[in-house]
């Protein structure tokens, strides 16, 4: 260590103690790493610290921080489950950096001003309208509002069961959810998932799969989304190497269609 800058190791300022000099820094100012109360590493200027202007690796703002939030509100309630909730449906809904934002603010969705502009009245109507801890909120429509009218408490299951990403079928005259329809049959979701995203709808998507069912073949199917001249005239395009993508562009066919067609997993009867 140069003999004309002043040794700081082992000092210590406020939560911090330093530890040894920087010597990667190449600057006229010299930096110390210091060690803050937290466990926390933090590399500071010389003058910062003897003139007192930083006391922590930044955990002592943070604190105080949290201290100064709950001060500023008159409900002293910043710490309970229900402003979190809160919290969490502004951070939905009005901030783009949110993992959640595209699918809340992205797409329209607004928290009415009752809530938005009061902690208390958002608590008041969640206690007077079945709040508890192990229950979240739930909006009614999917596609409507954080508002008293539109949202209501519930577990877990019911939450997952009004999801806008779930897939609706119909069973007995009643549309519901894949899981629900899984409750109902006693069929594995993930043997219904592949079902439906092979195409099968209907007796094909929950017949038992043990019954040896199997769907009639081409256009007999009742399920078929196209016919068997189209299903020909696909095979003779991939048997002249045009890739299925350009076919799908060419026919206006979804591709998924022409690649079952591909891999032989429809149409396999058609020459």
């Known amino acids: 260590m140069n003999s004309r800058v002043k040794n700081l190791t082992g000092e210590k300022y406020g939560r911090l103690t330093v530890i040894i000099l920087d010597e990667t820094k190449k600057t006229r100012k010299k930096?110390?790493?210091?060690?803050?109360?937290?466990?926390?590493?933090?590399?500071?200027?010389?003058?910062?610290?003897?003139?007192?202007?930083?006391?922590?690796?930044?955990?002592?703002?943070?604190?105080?921080?949290?201290?100064?939030?709950?001060?500023?509100?008159?409900?002293?309630?910043?710490?309970?489950?229900?402003?979190t909730e809160l919290r969490g449906i502004k951070a939905r809904c009005l901030n783009p950096n949110n993992d959640s934002y595209k699918r809340y603010g992205g797409r329209g969705i607004i928290i009415c001003e009752e809530w938005l502009d009061s902690y208390e009245s958002f608590r008041d109507w969640a206690l007077n309208n079945g709040y508890n801890?192990?229950?979240?909120?739930?909006?009614?429509?999917?596609?409507?509002?954080?508002?008293?009218?539109?949202?209501?408490?519930?577990?877990?299951k019911t939450q997952c069961n009004n999801r806008s990403t779930n897939i609706i079928v119909k069973y007995q005259n009643e549309e519901i959810t894949l899981k629900q329809l899984s409750e109902k049959t006693n069929i594995d979701y993930s043997v219904l998932n592949t079902r439906y995203h092979r195409g099968d709808r209907g007796e094909c998507l929950i017949r038992?799969?043990?019954?040896g069912f199997k769907p009639k073949n081409g256009e007999n199917n009742g399920m078929a989304q196209i016919t068997e001249k189209d299903a020909k005239v696909i095979k003779d395009m991939l048997y002249n190497n045009i890739n299925y993508l350009e076919i799908s562009r060419r026919l206006?066919?979804?591709?998924?269609?022409?690649?079952?067609?591909?891999?032989?997993?429809?149409?396999?009867?058609t020459a």
């Open 252 to 269: 206006n066919i979804s591709k998924h269609i022409i690649y079952d067609i591909k891999r032989n997993r429809t149409w396999k009867h």
């Open 31 to 83: 930096f110390w790493i210091c060690q803050c109360e937290c466990g926390n590493l933090k590399t500071i200027r010389s003058d910062s610290l003897q003139s007192g202007g930083i006391k922590s690796c930044g955990c002592l703002k943070k604190e105080q921080d949290r201290i100064n939030l709950v001060k500023n509100h008159s409900h002293k309630e910043s710490n309970t489950r229900l402003y």
């Open 133 to 156: 801890d192990i229950l979240t909120i739930d909006r009614i429509n999917n596609d409507g509002n954080y508002e008293p009218n539109n949202c209501r408490w519930v577990d877990n």
């Open 208 to 211: 038992s799969v043990w019954s």
